[in-house]
């Protein structure tokens, strides 16, 4: 990975925490994961993807984030 991110009581993940009407085995931190994953790309300048590794909402110790370079079709360099 080109960086990890890792971080606790993400909104996401603390609302489900506190919802009795969520339930999914999954990550829960999809609006987190897309702005890292805008930001990340912006600092780069290139395009990357940001997966969840981890989630506290899972009964993980933290929220982990990794961040890879983009390898789908199309532009992946950012114009300026």
């Known amino acids: 990975p080109e960086a990890v991110l890792r971080g606790?009581?993400?909104f996401e993940s603390s609302l489900a925490k506190?919802?009795?009407?969520y339930r999914s085995p999954r990550t829960v931190d999809h609006y987190s994961r897309?702005?890292?994953a805008g930001f990340m790309s912006v600092l780069a300048g290139r395009e990357v993807v940001c997966e969840e590794m981890a989630c506290e909402y899972r009964g993980d110790e933290a929220c982990e984030f990794v961040i890879l370079p983009f390898?789908?079709?199309g532009k992946?360099?950012?114009q300026g």
Request: proline letters at 0%; a negative charge; glycine letters at 24%.
């Open 8 to 10: 606790t009581n993400l």
């Open 18 to 21: 506190g919802s009795d009407i």
């Open 34 to 36: 897309g702005m890292f």
């Open 71 to 73: 390898g789908g079709e």
């Open 76 to 78: 992946t360099e950012r």
